[in-house]
């Protein structure tokens, strides 16, 4: 796990201080996808919302950026709970969990109107 302090800052809600719930979320998430395929991870969710994906690196918050620097070009993330989410990237079939994003500020997305 990664901890920084300018991250926390500039991004609030991206740290490891979880609560005892978002530790049984996370922890139940993880669970559960050991049990799938890697193509059953990426196929959950609805078609154009997928619940897990990749993402360019250079589409992140530029304070997560530099994490990824010589590690990785593509993030990947799992979506827990609402706007949960975790960061990290894949190597093979590892899952390398670098980022808790409990306020889905790493990424952000203009909201729709519906």
């Known amino acids: ?19 005892f719930d978002e530790w049984h979320r996370l922890l139940t998430v993880l669970q559960e996808a050991t049990k799938l395929t890697w193509r059953e ?9 997928p619940r897990n994906h990749h993402h360019d690196v250079t589409a992140l918050h530029h304070d997560v950026k530099p994490l990824f620097h010589g590690v990785a070009e593509t ?21 390398w969990i670098m980022l808790f994003d409990r306020n889905h500020q790493v990424y952000q997305i203009e909201k729709r109107h519906t």
């Open 1 to 19: 796990m990664i901890r920084n302090d300018k991250l926390t800052k500039s991004i609030p809600g991206a740290n490891w201080d979880l609560s």
């Open 75 to 95: 993030a990947f993330r799992m979506r827990l709970d609402g706007a949960e989410r975790i960061w990290g990237y894949t190597t093979g079939t590892t899952f």
């Open 41 to 49: 991870v990426l196929n959950q969710g609805s078609p154009g919302s």
